[in-house]
């Protein structure tokens, strides 16, 4: 069987007992800030086995696509190494929300292994938590298992909890007979082997029912749930390999062909040795990775989940060089994984392209990394002579590291073939190096910038104890309000009062200011006071949401615990509305036009501008841009009214909020809806209804990064008069050619072949101008000392257009001396040049040096060529003479 069979046989079996075929999540967890990528099939439904949402049915079945890199769960370095760690797998469950329990989740699991799959019975033993006694019974009664066939093991291998409160559960293991003729640690020390207990490969996991019975509160204690439940985990990847028979995944079909593929753009065989074998594995495993995290919106970077993708691509990249893959390569396996994997997950073909795109420019941009450090490690390899078996310099290991990024164990590898060896010495050295790093670090930020960043988190959080009770933002509802003066700050303490000119930061108790988030700018204002009016400059959060206002004291002055009115701009916030609102409007737009694939990567709201950058491969034709904005104006025009309403961030995205990720929310969060177009969660001002926004204009449109795009448009009077300008610029086209705008284009193609045809011509001239002058400069040589000597000028050439005169001169001499120069906007260019015979006699730099002189200029060059500079063009006459005297002065 097939691992797409397999696939579609477990969703099949679990539909016809009445599960839900619900499809897989994002490897970004949706709503789930705390965990770095989906690790399992119930992730999704969290939610549901929290209580805190309801869905219209109490079965399902999924096939998750899942991540695990780094993190407890899961080393990087072992994968590729063994035979069943992966970043990338794919997890087959089924759940019940309430349902079922523990009888129909054995009965339906082990009728699927020995029934649809077929797989002996004999083969098969079962683990239960120690006083599971009701899974234990289950065990004997439904599958029929003998005593000696059910294991009871403890807390650490079955009992499963989402984390230190709330549900929690025994679990029961299925594990699979792969055979006594494998090796075991147990046996080998002459104790019996554990079965599947055991560390060996003997018995393999191959599913694992998880019975959610009981709610764990704060100080540990168990209730039963109301409605227990049921998740369970069964690994594609290895449950294909017990059906094809195969002890690694990697034999499968599921990894098989991309195996197939890099051994032969290596040129090696798979099988043939096994270091080798294990990059080919690396290379499959993180080819697989790579292109669903990219294809899921993940892109590589230094921070978190980008970061993660780019050690997986990284680590790839050097299996490939392991096995002589210097060119890219790993962009190629995005078809490859398509060619296993496209008919069950379309949008890896769908975004093939944007994902080989990211691939590639990462992979360049990590060959020159790694190119920049082979060359570090050539000088110091040809400073020090042949390695001859001397240890490892760890101290260079480390500048390579720190300096340039090199991996470590590459550099290591290289030297080694150079007759260099790794010894303790080597990795005392490099530890030594990274301490002292790590120290020079800590110094820093005990000094640095970040002893003040805490040091004002603790003053913020002084002041937010200060005001008693919660800040009140009231900026939805008014643009005004009455407030108490909470808190001045000034030069990081807080101060009792401001005067005049001082420019301070204010904490008031409510104010309609909005501080910047979101992409949306902060407000600016006015804060009047009984002795006192200040403008507020900017707005924003401090310590744990605390609204800040920067404000300059203007005139009289402020003190705590004052009456204060707290005014926003008001026709500055109409514009941070209108951009804000055409910002929703805009990425509604672009989804419908270019793909679902469009994720937001970044967000600007300004008074007078928006930016949005979103994820998308390729370029967006104009054809597309015009599409949007039409799309958006639309909306405008229809006058759809925007509405906003708090909920439960579950709630909002059940129903169909689009979630950006990397954005915190907090449990309540706000849903900005505008009619059926367009749902986000956000925090932002925004426009009662979309008339208000009047017109809507993409600006430009352009690439920020591989796979990133960028829009800045406009939205109402920043609109038109970016429209009105525009038509300024083409009505003074108009004006300048004495024709209407509309007729501009064509006439400026004429004048611009008329122009072409004119230059061509000019050139002509130019050319038989000179050549006329060249030969009036023939005709006007003298002989001097025995030899012909041409000096003259011919102004309005350039250094090329002098050179190539000088030269054609000489030709024409056949033996002789010649000197030209020209004057250009007062400044003279010179060159010299003698025929080789006359060089020894009359070396052209010498000559070029003292015609130049003259003119108060300077040069040099070959004896048969050479060029100079001066800057007085009035002595070019007088200083062109000199070179008859310096000939004559020339001894024979
Ligand atoms: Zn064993
Ligand atoms: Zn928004």
Known sequence: MTGAELREAFLKFFERYGHTRVSSSPLVPVGDQTLLFTNAGMVQFKGIFLGEERRDYTRATTCQKCVRAGGKHNDLENVG??????????????????????????????????????????????????????????WKSVAGLPDDRILRLGEKDNFWAMGDTGPCGPCSEIHFHQGDHLPCAEVEAGRPCLGPACECDRWLEVWNLVFMQFNRDASGAMTPLPRPSIDTGMGLERMAAVLQGKLSSYETDLFAPLIRHIAELAGKRYGADREQDVSMQVIA????????????GVLPSNEWRGYVLRRIMRRAMRHGRKLGLTEPFLWRGVDWVGEVMGRAYPDIVRERERIMQVVRQEEEQFAKTLDNGMRRIEEYTTAQGAGGGRPIDGRFLFTLYDTYGFPRDLAEEVLVDQGWRTSDETETTWEREMEAQRERARAKAAFGADSEATEGVALYQQVQGALGRPQQFVGYETLTTPATLVALIAGGRRVREATAGDEIEVIVDRTPGYAESGGQIGDTGTLVGRGGQGDIVDTYYRGSKLIVHRVKVRQGGFRENEEVAVAVDSPRRQGLRQHHTGTHLLHAALRKVLGSHVAQAGSLVAPDHLRFDFSHGGAVKDREVEQIEELVNEQVQANTPVTNREMDLNAALAAGAMALFGEKYGDRVRVIKIGDFSTELCGGTHLDATGQIGFFKVAEE????????????????AAVEAVARRERVLKEIGDILKISPEE???RLRKLLDEQKALERQLAEMETKVARSKAEDLIAGARQVNGVAVVAGRIDGLDPDGLRALADTLRDRLGSGVVCVGSAVDGKVSLVAAVTRDLTKRFPAGKLVQEVAQAA??????????????????????????????WVARQPA
């Open 856 to 885: 108060g200029g300077r040069g040099g060059g070959r004896p048969d060529l050479a060029q100079a500079g001066a800057p007085d063009a009035g002595k070019l006459d007088s200083a062109l003479n000199l070179v008859y005297d």
């Open 702 to 717: 352009g690439a920020v990064a591989a796979g990133v795009r960028r829009i800045e448009a406009v939205a109402g009077t």
């Open 81 to 138: 190494r063994t035979a069943r760690h992966h970043t990338f797998f794919e997890m087959l469950g089924n759940f019940s929300f309430g349902d079922y329990f523990k009888a129909d989740a054995i009965k339906l699991a082990w009728e699927f292994l020995t029934k649809d799959l077929g797989i002996d019975p004999r083969r098969l033993k079962a683990t239960v938590f120690t006083e599971d006694d009701e899974a234990f019974n289950l």
């Open 285 to 296: 495993d993180h080819a697989r990775a790579a292109t669903f995290l990219i294809a899921d």
């Open 744 to 746: 501009a284009p064509q």
